[in-house]
């Protein structure tokens, strides 16, 4: 018998992957958007569209009827805005409805995607795992605190309420196809000689976005409940992000790198000029913070428990890199 599974946020570049293992597994797949959505994506996959926002109570129970496991792979990342009320109304009042609608359905799994945000800062030094406690809100912005947020609401609904949900800690996801994904620009424009500098000695947890979307697979049949499981193959530096890119794509590699003092007087400023035009910016203190600040990580318990063994993501970076001109090809053709 084919299971039948719901993938919420098909349209994004994580959920369309997920979307796309799980039909060439040979599932039957249904897919959540907004009407507004683009479905690039996932229009070559014989998939059931549902459509609605995250307040449409009675259309998500009827796109969760009969369906096996509900992968929530909404997000809202923009951690510069100056607002922090959309961040909050998607990726926490919006979800409370998903998971308020998988307990009435009585799906079998429920399986959240959450974010390496959420995981605290090693006192020693050790690369960090799921069993510390997230220390540092304050640092993160209205963008973690809200992530946090999602996460500890689907932790207490499995607690308190019964709800079999396991929560993936996804770390920066790069690989191909990417239609648009804001990290993957950078990748891009590495790619074909256009980014003149990288941000100095930064890094951060990454991993190849096919490797993050079979992790989603593997948590629905051999996570347990209730339980979080960080997903992320390595730290790295982007440096070695973009020159691994420029390599791939036969480009000039970025020139020099700039410094962490510059990059924050840059957020500073970007938090004035966010201040006196009244508009968001996307270079703010938090998102230079967010560069740099987060720490290396140990996905040992996602080997172990779900049997996860995630490929060397700068092979996703390189299949990225090769995807973006391809692209590029097609469309000067």
Known sequence: MVDTHLVMGASGYLGSHVTRQLVERGD??????????????????????????????????????????VFYCIVDTRAWLRDPA?????????????????????VRRF???????????????????????HTWQHLGGPYIQARVAAEDLVLHYCRERG??????????????????????????????????????????????????AAAFLLAAEKGRVGE????????????????????????????????L????????????????????VVMTSVSVRLMHFMPPLDHGKATRELGWEPSPTPEAVRAAARFYLEQQRQTAG
Not at 86 to 94: H, S
Not at 111 to 133: K, N
């Open 28 to 69: 039957d797949v249904r897919v959540w958007v907004r009407r507004s959505s683009s479905t690039r994506a996932f229009d070559d996959l014989p998939v059931q569209r549902f459509h609605g926002d995250l307040v449409d109570d009675a259309a998500m129970r009827e796109a969760m009827r009969g369906v096996d496991t």
């Open 163 to 212: 709800l079999p949900g396991i929560a993936l800690c996804v770390s920066t996801t790069y690989g191909a196809p990417d239609h648009g994904s804001p990290h993957g620009r950078l990748v891009s424009e590495a790619a074909k000689g256009r980014l003149p500098a990288y941000f100095g000695n930064a890094a951060m947890e990454v991993v190849g976005v096919a490797d993050a």
């Open 228 to 259: 979080r499981y960080i997903i992320s193959e390595r730290y790295m530096t982007w440096k070695e992000l973009v020159m691994t890119a420029a390599e791939a794509g036969g480009a000039k590699p970025p020139r020099f790198g700039i410094p």
């Open 86 to 106: 959309p961040l909050f109304a998607t990726n926490v009042d919006g979800l409370r409805h998903a998971l308020d609608a998988a307990l009435e359905m009585q």
């Open 261 to 280: 003092t510059v990059m924050k007087a840059v957020g500073r400023l970007g938090d004035v000029v966010g201040r006196v035009l009244r508009r968001d």
């Open 111 to 133: 399986v959240f995607c959450s974010t390496v945000g959420t995981i605290g800062i090693s006192a020693d030094g050790r690369p960090a795992d799921e069993d510390l406690p």
